[in-house]
């Protein structure tokens, strides 16, 4: 399937633009737009090229290494491929069920994940564009600009984001690079000192994580126009739900079953074992991309294509399991006025939204005494030879699937990390922007933000894993039909 | 009663499974060998990211250890300023840019910083050090020897370079 504006006609004859993250270090992206002498755009595409050769990289391990291997993956949200490839290696070992200790720390390093990912994203990242508007200096358009007109907002995101490092820290008794989870269960249980250490903090951490649901949403309704409709694109959306003791589709970041809605929030499959998800998933190989794109197979390449993250899950689900979040999603869902909310923008309100469950969720479990009990860490079962391990990951749905031969090696792993599962969304947000924005008129720092603005919405693990001094973290260049480089702007 | 804080931090970046960006784990098991010292304390990471702004807090003097793609071999060490940084994703900040996390969160200037940039030649997945890495960690080595023989901004002021064109 060819999308309006992902392959122009008469290539050759337009003049190339590249947004490029960082060139030659591999795990980075760019975009690239065909324009023609009226700067009329003919071509938008989104490269992403992060995760090629990882899936080789795991075959022949030890099953057990694997999920302290996968956190290489990413350097932003090792905690969410940990407990992924765990998930899926708990299944190799023969457990289908944790133990309720393991399980709620599992859930505690998960959620404390959440929270340092969103209070990232959030303050650091997409707050000096919503804050400051796009077209601002780029020199305002940063936490130094957010700092200046909102200092203690930029100094609460750098605390929330320690907060879930600690969590984590304390839950995978590392840094980086920690241990906490193995095939089966946990190897550690928080200590009491630890327990308390993070109990005094938490009820900061919540009030804070509300206040930033109401600057999110302060900020849609100050500029309805604008952040209703950038970028805007009608699209599935596809995400895990958990059940709860009201039944299925409770928000659950950790653990549940497959969902998927068409655009206006029809349910297109429930309840599906995501141990099945090759039934409703496909994913496309496109000659110009090294990223997949998965669609749901039941409506085909076509139409299948889908969005995850915050702004799915928030939609997809009935209910949040904590009091002050689900508050907030019903204000979310009020304002949305009964329809779903396509817009890209909206993504870091719903963002917010889960960071405020995140904090509410880490305060319930450390009020739970099993969080402390070493006594009952792992389970054990019957050894089997292939695993998939789900989980909702801060940029949406990440898989992990493996297959293990009688000398406990991998002989198979298929991820779909939550950058692929937008590709296809990331791409036709860019497209609406390219539209919007850029068609036929001069290419400016200024304009050339408005399609980062767009990517920056999802998030993408586009620099994961791999970075080096040296690099400019992003470089725009104009090319001429004849391939030479004309003209270039380069962000610091 | 609080933490007794080692005044020099020594940030190690990198992912020690992608080739040459392992040149800062690589310096970073070397350091965590030697014998313990309040001197100096070491923060291990894949990425710089906000948080390392509060490892700055009460220092008084700051080393940033990261392989380099382009970058002078077999090593450069030069002075940092605080920059901020904005990239399009949220994925990790330059050192400048944790300089400049820090000036404006605590409202203070952060301690003198300097890079110790080891030039990489070979970031593939999977990969080894190539062998020019390998040279040029044994080159960084002995310049971080030498540095922490006289951890003082004076002593790193008269052995550091004019810091690159950021451009």
Redesign the interface.
């Known amino acids: 399937m060819t999308f309006n504006l992902e392959t122009a006609e008469h290539p050759e004859k337009l003049r190339r633009v590249a947004?490029d993250?960082v060139s030659?270090?591999?795990?980075h992206?760019k975009v690239t737009l065909l324009l023609d002498e009226h700067n009329k755009v003919h071509q938008v595409r989104l490269h992403i090229v992060e995760f090629?050769?990882?899936e080789k990289?795991i075959q022949g391990r030890p099953y057990w290494e694997v999920p302290v291997?996968v956190q290489?993956l990413?350097?932003?949200c090792?905690v969410s491929h940990h407990l992924a490839a765990s998930k899926a290696m708990d299944q190799i070992v023969g457990v289908r069920h944790l133990t309720p200790t393991a399980e709620k720390l599992r859930r505690l390093m998960h959620y404390g994940q959440m929270l340092q990912?969103h209070a990232?994203?959030f303050f650091?990242?997409c707050s000096?564009d919503l804050l400051f508007g796009f077209d601002s200096d780029?020199?305002k358009?940063?936490?130094?600009?957010v700092?200046?007109k909102h200092?203690e907002t930029?100094?609460k995101?750098?605390l929330l984001?320690?907060f879930g490092?600690e969590v984590i820290r304390m839950t995978a008794g590392k840094?980086?690079h920690g241990t906490g989870a193995i095939p089966g269960g946990m190897n550690k249980a928080l200590s009491r000192a630890e327990r308390d250490e993070l109990l005094k903090d938490i009820y900061h951490i919540v009030a804070w994580s509300r206040e930033a649901v109401h600057l999110a949403r302060e900020l849609h309704a100050t500029n309805p126009g604008l952040y209703n409709s950038f970028g805007v694109f009608r699209s599935n959306m596809m995400s895990l739900v958990g059940i709860d003791e009201q039944g299925p589709g409770t928000l659950d970041f950790y653990h549940g079953s497959l969902r998927a809605r068409d655009d206006n929030g029809k349910l297109l499959f429930d309840g599906v074992d995501y141990c099945n998800y090759q039934q409703v998933i496909e994913e496309e190989v496109k000659s110009w991309s090294y990223m997949k794109f998965p669609y749901i197979k039941a409506i085909g390449k076509a139409q299948g294509w889908y969005k995850v993250g915050p702004l799915a899950r928030v939609q997809n689900c009935d209910r949040i399991p904590t009091p002050l979040a689900e508050m907030e999603r019903r204000d979310f869902v009020d304002y949305a006025g009964g329809t779903p909310m396509h817009a890209p923008l909206a993504y870091h309100w719903t963002r917010m939204i889960e960071m405020l469950h995140a904090a509410e969720t880490i305060k319930d479990l450390l009020h739970d005494d099993d969080v402390l009990n070493g006594e009952q860490l792992v389970e054990q079962g019957e050894r089997a030879w292939e695993g998939v391990g789900v989980i909702e990951a801060p940029r949406g749905t990440l898989f992990h699937h493996y297959q293990v031969n009688e000398d406990d090696l991998v002989t198979m792993c298929n991820l779909i990390v939550s950058t692929t599962n937008n590709n296809q969304a990331m791409n036709e947000a860019i497209r609406h922007v390219a539209r919007r924005y850029l068609h036929g008129r001069e290419v400016t720092e200024g304009l050339l933000n408005h399609i980062?603005v767009a990517?920056?919405a999802f998030?993408?693990?586009?620099?994961?894993?791999?970075?080096?001094?040296?690099?400019?973290?992003?470089e725009v260049e104009l090319v001429d039909a004849g391939g030479e480089r004309i003209h270039a702007l380069?962000?610091? | 009663m609080s933490r007794a804080v080692a005044p020099l931090v020594i940030f190690a970046?990198g992912?020690?499974?992608?080739g040459?960006?392992a040149l800062g784990p690589r310096l970073a098991e070397q350091l965590a060998a030697l014998p313990p010292t309040p001197a100096w304390e070491l923060v291990?990471?894949?990425?710089l990211?906000?948080?390392h702004?509060?490892d700055l807090c009460d220092r008084q003097l700051a080393l940033f250890i990261?392989?380099?793609?382009?970058?002078p071999a077999p090593f450069s060490f030069y002075p940092l300023n605080p920059?901020?940084?904005?990239?399009?994703?949220?994925?990790?900040l330059?050192?400048e840019?944790v300089l400049?996390?820090f000036a404006?969160?605590q409202?203070a200037a952060p301690p003198p910083a300097y890079?110790l940039?080891v030039r990489?030649e070979d970031?593939?997945?999977?990969a080894p050090l190539s062998p020019a890495a390998e040279t040029h960690l044994a080159a960084a080595w002995a310049q971080l020897e030498t540095l922490l023989a006289q951890p003082t901004p004076a002593a790193w002021a008269a052995l550091a370079t004019a810091a690159?064109d950021?451009?």
């Open positions: 947004i993250p030659r270090v591999e795990g992206g090629r050769g990882f990289f291997m290489r990413c350097g932003i090792p990912s990232l994203h650091h990242l000096p780029v020199a358009r940063n936490i130094v600009g700092a200046e200092p930029a100094k995101g750098v984001r320690k490092q840094r980086v980062e990517i920056r998030d993408p693990c586009l620099s994961c894993a791999t970075h080096a001094l040296g690099k400019m973290p992003l380069a962000r610091q | 970046v992912n020690p499974s992608r040459d960006d291990e990471d894949f990425q990211q906000v948080e702004s509060l990261d392989a380099g793609s382009g970058t920059r901020a940084a904005f990239g399009p994703s949220s994925h990790a330059a050192p840019a400049a996390v404006q969160t409202q890079v940039c990489g970031f593939s997945l999977g690159p950021p451009r």
